[in-house]
């Protein structure tokens, strides 16, 4: 039996659950309609929300628990005192396999720390990163890491780019993706030694894509590469100035359109244009940060999200469970490294047809 | 005689030098009408872009040099051979008090090398650091470092705290400024050693304003705090990262608005809107990155500006100079840590009145 369609959902995760998390999957189902759910958390709160979505309801089982991650909980005792709790049965669901995938929008921290507790890293993965997609002025690029690992070294990093260019190939269609590693300039004597030791493994090993170079936070928006590599401190501060210069900007942009009665009629007529820059910088449709190098598939939706973001989110899970990542990031590193230990917990994908 | 007046420019700096330079001196000169300058370049390219400006011309002196330091000169090359170039002549006029500050538009690394060299750092602080402005929800927030320290220890960043503080008392007059660190999360623990102990420092010490704690990337928007304090690594990352992203959104716009007729109606009354916007977001408003913690004002103008940017960063050296802003750092740190040693450089800016 295969799980690649069943996803394990961390109901009680994010400032508006369950109610996000059920509707999410609601609108993801009509999107994916072979999905299956398992929700995990309070029953009594999830159950009538799923009433109201029969079709959901048919697709999905109820795995009540009462314990819940707060969004505050720090990592160390979530994982201590978090055994029982939504976050945690839904991961466990994956290292069992009885789902081919997690999704939550809980405390981030403790998500990270329970996944590669529960999950394991990929055999050849030091450490696991977050990734996202993030829109450039050619089309998408993926950047990584977005706060996995604050300090990182060369060979980290190396991992890190790998695992973005796989999923380029895998999940965006990109055959022969391009990899940049953000620095301070583009010259090889800028930066710390651990991102030029980084540019220098990179320009000797064979690599799923093409080594650019370094590349600068404007390149991100520029789309210079298809994959952005850095370490989780200044790729979680670059992913929020993004998320806080475009709120700036739209922020400008409406106080300049209501400082003239002109100007107010022009918005009017223009009000699908906006509309149209609004539905292309909304972050919603770049909701689901990946955790990329464990052994399951685990997403982490924003807290701050709603139904259509949740939806996202869950699009993220399928697409890396349906094309499954980590099978071809693990081939990859055994390709490169000889890594020829065997996969502890999903040996089953393994053996799945490749596409 | 004071030489808070005089400002010394790097003539053949920038993309399109000595013609923005001279123009945006002209510029600059209509709006300081008591600013004087010293040219320093090749003089039978100033001069004639001088004579189209006669009120400049009587306000300037050309020295002339052949030497230039290109835009792709290694800081140590620049160093041991740009001994007569117009950066080093023109920065070895504050250092001889012949001028009270200077403007380059030139290479940043060799600037900051030369500068370091020629000018000296403040007693008491270890590294000069590179500072900006930033328009934010707000109102303006400064920021630094921009680039001059890819590795930070605890220490420096208190001192960058205490620049970034004394600057918006002297110069954007804020009384108490507030002052964060920017790092991946808000919680004490989070981040890397550097930053934890910088913010106990802070928290302990007695600084010109108020210690906000840690911000996000999402903050320097937002204008949650006055000064902005992080490594140059980071910091330069997340300018041009700000950069590219307000770029991404005007041609996001731009493309929406051209996608209909009725948004093409839209756009044309609206224009006086989109040009308030142009205005607001111009980044050659914000020209003119300052270096902070050097016996001397030292300005760095972005090298693809236009005549309105440099002249802007000619402002940026008038205020810091006029305010005399290196003269209250000096004054802060004795205050601190009982710092005595007299500025080796610049005593007489010491006796002048204090505001």
Chains 1, 2 share one sequence.
């Not at 991650?69 to 069992?96: E, H, W, Y």
């Not at 996202?132 to 190396?158: F, R, Y």
């Not at 895998?170 to 651990?194: A, Q, S």
């Amino acid at each position: 039996m295969t799980t690649d369609t069943v996803i394990a959902l961390d109901a009680m995760g994010g400032d508006r659950a369950p109610e996000i998390v059920v509707s999410g999957a609601a609108l993801a189902l009509e999107r994916y309609p072979k999905l299956k759910y398992l929700f995990y958390g309070d029953e009594a709160q999830i159950k009538p929300i799923l009433d109201l979505h029969p079709g959901l309801a048919k697709a999905s089982d109820i795995h009540h628990t009462p314990d819940i991650i707060t969004s505050d909980m720090k990592p160390s005792l979530a994982l201590r005192q978090g055994r029982r709790s939504s976050m945690r049965l839904a991961l466990n669901a994956v290292a069992q396999r009885e789902a081919g995938s997690v999704v939550s929008a809980g405390n981030t921290g403790a998500l990270m720390a329970m996944a590669k507790f529960v999950l394991k890293t990929l055999p050849g993965i030091d450490r696991p990163a977050i990734a996202t997609i993030m829109p450039t002025q050619v089309g998408e690029s993926v950047i990584l890491d977005l706060g996995a690992n604050v300090e990182c070294d060369a060979e980290n990093l190396v991992q890190f780019a790998l695992m973005g260019a796989i999923f380029c190939r895998t999940v965006l269609g990109i055959k022969d993706p391009t990899i940049g590693l953000l620095n301070i300039g583009t010259e090889e004597l800028k930066g710390h030694d651990e991102v030029r030791m980084a540019a220098t493994i990179l320009r000797e090993r064979p690599i799923p894509g093409s080594f650019y170079g370094f590349v600068e936070g404007n390149d991100i928006a520029l789309g210079t590469v298809d994959v952005v590599v850095t370490d989780g401190f200044t790729g979680n501060i670059v992913l929020k100035t993004v998320e806080g210069t475009a709120k700036l900007m739209v922020h400008f942009l409406r106080h300049s359109f209501a400082a003239s009665l002109s100007a107010r009629l022009g918005y009017l007529l223009a009000r699908g244009a906006m509309q149209k820059l609004k539905l292309r910088t909304d972050p919603r449709r770049y909701n689901g940060a990946m955790f990329l190098g464990l052994q399951g598939v685990c997403v982490k939706s924003h807290g701050g999200t709603d139904h259509e973001g949740f939806a996202n989110a869950i699009g993220v899970a399928h697409d890396l469970m349906t094309r499954h990542l980590n099978d071809r990031i693990h081939e990859e590193l055994s390709r490169q490294y000889g890594v020829v230990e065997p996969l502890t917990i999903q040996p089953a994908i393994l053996t799945d047809e490749v596409e």
